[in-house]
């Protein structure tokens, strides 16, 4: 995979969380050269490809191990924050999804401002 333009962040910590569903509303949609950094929080990396189906296969996903003693998923966020190499990073939790094209979208607001961060709206 070439320099990703983004990193999009998912710490998860069980295979039964929707992970396979986050993933793909990063990646369906997406033009922009990104990168989804899973970070598997004290659970063997196995377990969550497995429920990330053929997104586990995709050049585009990369599963990262984090081990401590917490539950909080300060310890992931920040490993995935090092590992980061993007000039821009997103976090999405593993239980939640972006709209199809929101990583474009927020890229174009960017070019046209100019913007070191772009803020973006969250939706229940």
Do not use: K
Not at 23 to 34: C, F, I, K, M, P
Not at 46 to 63: K, S
């Amino acid at each position: 995979m070439t320099q990703p333009l983004v990193d999009v962040i998912i710490p998860v910590h069980t295979p039964e969380r929707p992970i396979a569903r986050a993933v793909a509303s990063v990646l369906e949609g997406t033009t922009a050269d990104v990168r989804v950094l899973v970070v598997c929080h004290n659970i063997d990396v196995d377990a969550i490809g497995a429920a990330l189906g053929p997104w586990a296969h995709d050049e585009r996903v990369e599963l990262m191990a984090h081990r401590d003693a917490f539950r909080s998923a300060a310890g992931p966020v920040n490993a995935a924050l090092a590992a980061a190499s993007a000039q821009f990073t997103a976090l999405l939790d593993s239980d939640d999804e972006f709209e199809r094209g929101a990583v474009d979208a927020w890229l174009t607001v960017q070019r046209r401002d100019h913007a070191d961060i772009v803020i973006v709206r969250e939706r229940l």
